[in-house]
């Protein structure tokens, strides 16, 4: 299997994007669009998202990890390939999130979390019901999704910033193809914790990959596998059966883990289809629809 470093996997879905999004101007829904909005800072940094706000919300929310190989620009930003949620009426916070090489994993799902408070502390201002809200994402996006839907939190009530004493839990998850068990990748005991598979991605895990024990520890912690519970939202994933770079085996086995704790699912293969695929934006009326069922329905 050829390789691919994380930034040409972030350009790839934007090639996907502009490809699928050939000629779909027409059905675009027309929303507002509220760039940079600042939901967090470190190192000096300031993370930042964008608001797609529909011309007709409905009142919930649909946070959009924007993560390609956990590498995230704001030019991979497409309101189009969201358009399937915004004409529903959802309020799309697109999220970018800090990258590797310089930010790990573990560093990273800390962006994601900050960034449901934010919203969760905003939601007024922003038109939305902070106790109905999904998440979504691709690829690593999708990882990062389910690590946040597995380990939400209630917030730290004696935090200085009030942004950090808010819930940090979801109430649905939709997305595409994630890993979701680093240590039995594609197969029981098969490890991928930035090596093998996953070699080209070795940054976005960090120095503890350099020894066995190292990985072991450090792939129980993120994947979402291990945290599955009775509270874990309903979760849809949409996977090709031919992804070579997340292994179908990563979803069907999070999802029985999901089915044996009675946690709503749904797998949706695509037949032939590789880690990404010309015609994506049609998947996001069926993401939507996942969002409709378990959303509005609370």
């Known amino acids: 299997m050829k390789h691919r470093s994380p930034i040409v996997t972030l350009l790839s879905f934007?090639?996907?994007?502009?490809?699928?999004?050939?000629?779909?101007?027409?059905?675009?829904a027309k929303f507002t669009r509220v760039e940079d909005i600042i939901y967090g800072r470190k190192h000096g940094l300031a993370l930042t998202l964008d608001m797609l706000r529909p011309?007709?919300?409905?009142?919930?929310?649909?946070?959009?990890?924007?993560?390609?190989?956990?590498?995230?620009?704001?030019?991979?930003?497409?309101?189009?390939?969201?358009?399937g949620f915004v004409?529903?009426?959802?309020?799309?916070?697109?999220?970018?999130?800090?990258?590797?090489?310089?930010?790990?994993?573990?560093?990273?799902?800390?962006?994601?979390h900050r960034a449901v408070r934010f919203i969760r502390h905003n939601a007024a201002k922003?038109?939305?019901?902070?106790?109905?809200?999904?998440?979504?994402?691709?690829?690593?996006?999708?990882h990062l999704s389910l690590l946040l839907a597995t380990r939400?939190?209630?917030?730290?009530?004696?935090?200085?910033?009030?942004?950090?004493?808010?819930?940090?839990?979801?109430?649905?998850?939709?997305?595409?193809?994630?890993?979701t068990d680093f240590l039995n990748y594609g197969k029981p005991g098969e490890d991928a914790v930035g090596v093998g598979i996953l070699a080209d991605y070795n940054a976005a895990f960090g120095p503890m990959i350099r020894t066995a024990q190292g990985r072991k520890l450090l792939g129980r912690a993120i994947s979402p596998i291990n945290f599955v519970t009775e509270k874990?939202?309903?979760?849809?994933?949409?996977?090709?059966?031919?992804?070579?770079?997340?292994?179908?085996?990563?979803?069907?086995?999070?999802?029985?883990?999901?089915?044996?704790?009675?946690?709503?699912?749904m797998l949706i293969r695509r037949a032939g289809k590789a880690h990404g695929w010309p015609g994506m934006e049609k998947e996001m009326e069926v993401l939507a629809g996942w969002f409709d069922q378990h959303l509005k329905t609370k």
């Open 87 to 112: 004409k529903r009426g959802y309020t799309v916070f697109a999220v970018v999130h800090g990258s590797q090489p310089k930010f790990q994993i573990a560093e990273i799902d800390k962006d994601i």
């Open 14 to 28: 934007l090639l996907w994007f502009e490809v699928a999004l050939a000629g779909f101007a027409q059905d675009a």
């Open 232 to 265: 874990t939202p309903p979760v849809l994933i949409v996977h090709g059966d031919a992804d070579s770079l997340v292994p179908i085996q990563q979803a069907e086995s999070f999802l029985k883990k999901c089915e044996e704790k009675n946690v709503p699912t």
């Open 152 to 179: 939400g939190d209630a917030g730290n009530s004696d935090a200085e910033d009030p942004v950090d004493q808010e819930p940090s839990a979801v109430q649905a998850v939709a997305c595409f193809f994630p890993s």
């Open 55 to 83: 011309a007709e919300p409905n009142g919930l929310g649909v946070v959009f990890i924007v993560s390609g190989g956990w590498y995230s620009a704001k030019r991979a930003i497409n309101p189009q390939f969201l358009n």
């Open 126 to 142: 922003f038109g939305v019901d902070p106790d109905k809200l999904g998440v979504s994402g691709a690829s690593a996006g999708g």
